[in-house]
């Protein structure tokens, strides 16, 4: 059993047509269960991406039974957001939050975000929240001082790893997800020996980056046994509350 | 038991076993392999002869970073003393050092006397940028020697000095965020290839293929800086048909650095 807390949705505006490819990418990888975020949400228009993905997840599309939905959250469109959060969390095929911080213009240490944050926290769901470097650090102390939050560190701090041993060390509410382009030798591993295992999520950013990124990467770390089944899905499924035996 | 970060109930048991997805494929030789170290990074977990061997790779041309950082010449003949005999494992790659134009020059010819095939420029972590007179110089040169080069830098940068002279060239940090600009650039340039490290999205491979064909992509893995698996797992779950994936791991390769029939 696996499940990807960090995919998506949609088309991408690079130089690729991976649209329709959501579930076909798990399936390269026997990914069983997926949480998706519409990249027009991500990257555009928030409301109208989770309008879309709303649509897709009750389409009846083959495979979209293996996916659950986040909402996207624009922290400079908190009013849409709550709107939201109060329309597609009690479908239940939406089970957290996805913000990204460059494409909406906000750090994690702007007020905005925080706001962001503490509302995602009252709807009682966790947030997916792109990190890079030391922002990670930045959402540990938000993660600290909004009770209840939930957080996710997407990419892990990416080529910030290291702080974001330091941010799961500080907070025993925030989750570290691996997904990246770059695959450094004994990233994985390094993070794997220093963290709790019960905060380690697997996540691949698949359809931007094909799973094979963080497959391999995690492959590569030789976890075994409670530690790679917790990655793969024990700890996703009782973050996000998911029906799974 | 643990074998080199990997243990065998790893292989059979986790729900992250890679050996059925990878199946039968094998590399002939990875385009993208260093010898030596960063001063300034991290050693490695294994050195790279390690690393191939625990992936089933036959050969790996090979660039040294003492060349790339500190004296060429030295740095050169430790990785040609590291390959002896007929090149099977290590295919030696000449590093260069674009902050000595002239002394780049001099290497090449020395390496091209001595058989080598292929050139290796970092410009990344020589601090050169692609319209420095060094690149454009060595570039004419190479072309010169018939020598294939392989390149760092930003595709959508270092395209440019390389253009026009009828070079062969890899570029081997074209990431699939800029695949788009490469294809377009190698379109007009049919010596221009790129490694495969970094064509991580899921149909960029495909997508390369289609628009200038197999015989356009190389195996990298920048072993042992980065996780071969991953580049591994990407072409052996792609959607490649056997004779194009033959190519990509390894027959492009070894037409470049070796001389092989193509």
């Not at chain 1, 059993?1 to 959501?22: C, E, K, N, R, S």
């Not at chain 2, 061997?53 to 003393?81: I, Q």
């Amino acid at each position: 059993m696996i499940i990807d807390v960090h995919a998506h949705q949609g088309p991408w505006f690079f130089t690729m047509d991976v649209a329709a490819l959501t579930v076909a990418a798990m399936d390269r990888y026997g990914i069983d269960l997926a949480v998706v975020s519409g990249t027009e949400a991500v990257i555009y228009d928030a409301s109208a991406g989770n309008r879309s993905l709303a649509a897709f997840l009750g389409s009846g599309a083959p495979g979209s039974e293996r996916l659950y939905g986040y909402v996207t959250v624009n922290p400079r469109r908190l009013a849409a957001a709550e709107r939201d959060l109060d329309a597609y969390l009690p479908t239940g095929r939406f089970v957290g939050a996805k913000i990204h911080t460059d494409y909406t213009g906000s750090p994690i240490g702007s007020p905005w975000m925080r706001e962001a944050l503490t509302l995602v926290a009252a709807a009682g769901v966790p947030a997916l929240v792109h990190t890079w470097g030391t922002s990670v650090l930045d959402l540990a102390r938000v993660c600290r001082d909004i009770p209840g939050l939930r957080v996710i560190a997407g990419h892990m701090g990416a080529d910030g790893y290291r702080h974001a041993v330091e941010a799961a060390r500080t907070c025993d509410r925030l989750y570290l997800e691996p997904c990246w382009s770059h695959f450094p030798a004994g990233r994985i591993a390094e993070v794997a020996a220093a963290v709790d295992p019960g905060r380690l999520l697997f996540g691949t950013d698949s359809t931007l980056i094909d799973p094979a990124s963080a497959f391999g990467s995690v492959a590569a770390a030789g976890l075994t046994g409670d530690a790679a089944d917790r990655l793969a899905w024990r700890n996703a499924a009782d973050l996000f509350r998911l029906p799974i035996g | 038991m643990v074998m080199a970060g990997i243990s065998r109930e790893g292989l059979r048991m986790t729900p992250f076993d890679t050996r059925h997805l990878i199946g039968d494929l094998v590399v002939t030789l990875d385009v993208d392999v260093l010898a030596g170290a960063y001063p300034d990074r991290d050693l490695p977990p294994d050195p790279a002869p390690v690393v191939l061997a625990r992936h089933g790779v036959a050969a790996a041309a090979t660039a040294g970073l003492r060349a790339a950082l500190f004296d060429m010449v030295s740095g050169n003949d430790e990785v040609l003393a590291s390959a002896p005999g007929n090149w099977v494992a290590v295919v030696p790659v000449g590093s260069l050092d674009l902050r000595d134009p002239l002394g780049a020059v001099r290497e090449m010819e020395r390496l091209a006397a001595l058989g080598v095939r292929g050139v290796r420029l970092f410009p990344d972590e020589q601090g050169v940028e692609a319209d420095f007179p060094s690149v454009r110089h060595v570039a004419r040169r190479a072309a010169v020697l018939g020598l294939t080069v392989l390149t760092g830098g930003d595709v959508r940068r270092f395209w440019r000095p390389f253009t026009g002279l009828g070079l062969r060239v890899v570029f081997l940090d074209t990431h699939f965020y800029h695949l788009g600009d490469f294809l377009v650039a190698a379109a007009d340039e049919p010596g221009f290839h790129t490694s495969t490290r970094l064509l991580n999205s899921p149909d960029a491979l495909e997508t390369a293929v289609g628009e200038i064909g197999p015989e356009r992509l190389l195996f990298g893995s920048r072993s042992p800086y980065y996780e071969p698996l991953v580049p591994l797992l990407r072409l052996a779950t792609g959607g490649l048909k056997p004779d194009e994936t033959a190519l990509v791991a390894g027959g492009n390769a070894r037409r470049l650095l070796l001389g092989e029939p193509a």
